[in-house]
Every structure is written in C-alpha cells, then in structure tokens.
T-cell receptor, first 110, second 113 residues
Framework: GEDVEQSLFLSVREGDSSVINCTYT??????LYWYKQEPGAGLQLLTY?????DMKQDQRLTVLLNKKDKHLSLRIADTQTGDSAIYFC??????????FGKGTMLLVSP | EADIYQTPRYLVIGTGKKITLECSQT?????MYWYQQDPGMELHLIHY???????EKGDLSSESTVSRIRTEHFPLTLESARPSHTSQYLC????????????FGSGTQLSVL
C-alpha cells in the first residue's frame, strides 16, 4: 500500500534555510504536494509538483523531486518565525485519494 | 468570497449524545472530505464524496456517517458520542479533475467527556 514518511521535527534559527524531507512509495503518483498547517487552523496548500518535473521554485520555496529514489524535499530560504508550522507531504496516485505523511513540525527560533 | 466553513469551531459534549458537525463550501467543488486529526498530528481520512448522493468510507474505520444532498454541504454525524471520538475534525473540498489540491476548513475540535 501507499506510505509517505517524514521526519517529525525540525528546528532552525531565523534567517537559515530549512529543508524538510519526504519519501513516498507509489511510483504512479501524478502529483506530490506540500501542505502547511498553522496552530489552530486547517491545512493550506503550499505548493505542488508534477511527477515529470525535477524542481519547482516559488519565491522562498524550492521543491525537489527525485523520482528514482521516490524522495521529495521542501526548502524554505531565509526562514522566518512565521514559517513555524506543521508541514505535510502528500502523494496523489491518481486513482485514489491523497496519502498524507505524518507531518513535520518546523520550529523557527529568533 | 469563496471559502469552506466548519461549525462549530469547538464542541464539548457528554457521552452518548448525538452530534452533527457542519461543513459548507462556496466554491462549487464536487469532491468533499472529512479527516480526523489525532494529537500526534497524523491525518486519517474517514469519509469522502465525489458528488451529490455519493459517499464513501475512508481509510480509518469510523462510527460516524455523512450525507451529500447538496453540492455545497457535507455534514458528519455521530449518533452516540464516546470519549474515543475526541479529536480534531477537518473538512476539505477540491475540484473534479483538479488533482487533489484540497482546500481545508479551520476544523472542529471535539471533546467528549
């Protein structure tokens, strides 16, 4: 079955880069997603990448996809305290609903 | 403004009570979902719908039921609440053919005493 793995916790200093990693198992996934959840809120779609792409950049966010290793990463440049949140990786096999990872809690200290 | 709304935001209720969690979206999305989020952050899909009169059970066995009589409305009902139902419930919607770009509501935090 599908499985998405993420590390549970990451702590960085303000101004540093953050890299959140994710591995997935379903090679038929069409899209891969990053969602952000701030305290007391629902999830918000942050960015996504189509499976035939290697990289996608959107302002401070860079998504890297290694299809061979089934590895996805999210890099946040110049991390701010407002970036503190839980980040979920998710895969979409196309024939089923999203499979989410368990979430990575990012803590940014001043 | 197009959005997805959940009510109530917080609910504290006694064991055995019947409750309905409301979810409405104004985006005209065909697909709607209910997720249960445990304190450890993990999300579990409990119900989903691909359109009016269509409902499916998700990956996590749940004692709740849902209905989809109107496109914009996807309520979740617990006939008899138990302490094990204490959790955060998140509703989401997405377009048909839009991949799985989900829009989430702010959630209902349910506590059953």
């Amino acid at each position: 079955g599908e499985d998405v793995e993420q590390s549970l916790f990451l702590s960085v200093r303000e101004g540093d880069s953050s890299v959140i990693n994710c591995t997935y198992t379903d090679s038929s996934s069409t899209y891969l997603y990053w969602y952000k959840q701030e305290p007391g809120a629902g999830l918000q779609l942050l960015t996504y990448i189509f499976s035939n792409m290697d990289m996608k950049q959107d302002q401070r966010l860079t998504v890297l996809l290694n299809k061979k290793d089934k590895h996805l990463s999210l890099r946040i440049a110049d991390t701010q305290t407002g970036d503190s949140a839980i980040y979920f990786c998710a895969e979409s096999p196309g024939y089923s609903t999203l499979t989410f990872g368990k979430g990575t809690m990012l803590l940014v200290s001043p | 403004e197009a959005d997805i709304y959940q009510t109530p935001r917080y609910l504290v209720i006694g064991t055995g009570k019947k409750i309905t969690l409301e979810c409405s979206q104004t985006m005209g999305h065909d697909k709607m979902y209910w997720y249960q989020q445990d304190p450890g952050m993990e999300l579990h899909l409990i119900h989903y719908s691909y359109g009016v009169n269509s409902t499916e059970k998700g990956d996590l066995s749940s004692e709740s039921t849902v209905s989809r009589i109107r496109t914009e409305h996807f309520p979740l009902t617990l006939e008899s609440a138990r302490p094990s139902h204490t959790s955060q419930y998140l509703c989401a919607s997405s377009e048909r053919g839009g991949g799985e770009k989900l829009f989430f509501g702010s959630g209902t935090q349910l506590s059953v005493l």
